[in-house]
């Protein structure tokens, strides 16, 4: 188990999906980073929140569509 977060680096806070590390965590993560990596928006795997007090305070995703939706928002 780990946690994708997407952390916009002009504000505090962040977005987290619980997820499982393999092929589709990959493909999610690049496919995002193409997207809204350019307008600042940071896409990091970690083990656990609470040990990334730097991302903190964490809104977590229901699901990967939410988690989606809610990083295409960021900077929009």
Known sequence: MCYLVAKDTEKRGCYAL?????????????????????????LVTISRPTAYGEYAPYTFA????????????MRA
């Open 62 to 73: 229901r699901d990967e569509q939410e988690f989606k939706t809610l990083v295409r928002a």
């Open 18 to 42: 619980k997820t499982t590390h393999g092929e589709r965590l990959v493909n999610l993560k690049r496919t995002l980073d193409r997207e809204v990596g350019a307008k600042g928006i940071q």
